[in-house]
């Protein structure tokens, strides 16, 4: 396994076993849109946004808290514009 589909692993179990199912809806419906669109670094910025714990991420995403912890970059912009269908 090279290490893009290895990161990509990663991704997809953390965007799908969060703690919070909103959070699992949510986000791994994001991911399942976007993970084969993102380039590595992509995938790395990704990745550091689950690492985030689910209130952190939930505060940001609703614009209830603008957090130093979720950088902007392409993929914060996607994940804030995402909704659920």
Do not use: A
């Not at 209130?55 to 940001?60: G, R, S, V």
Request: a positive charge; glycine letters at 2%; hydrophobic letters at 35%.
């Amino acid at each position: 396994m090279n290490k893009l589909d290895s990161i990509k692993k990663k991704i997809k179990y953390r965007s799908e076993y969060r703690g919070i199912k909103e959070m699992d809806l949510l986000l791994g419906d994001f991911v399942n849109k976007y993970i084969n669109t993102l380039n590595y670094s992509e995938l790395i910025d990704l990745h550091n946004i689950l690492e985030q714990d689910d209130d952190t991420i939930f505060k940001w995403y609703s614009n209830q808290n603008q957090n130093d912890k979720i950088p902007i970059n392409k993929v914060s912009k996607l994940l804030k514009e995402f909704k659920i269908k």
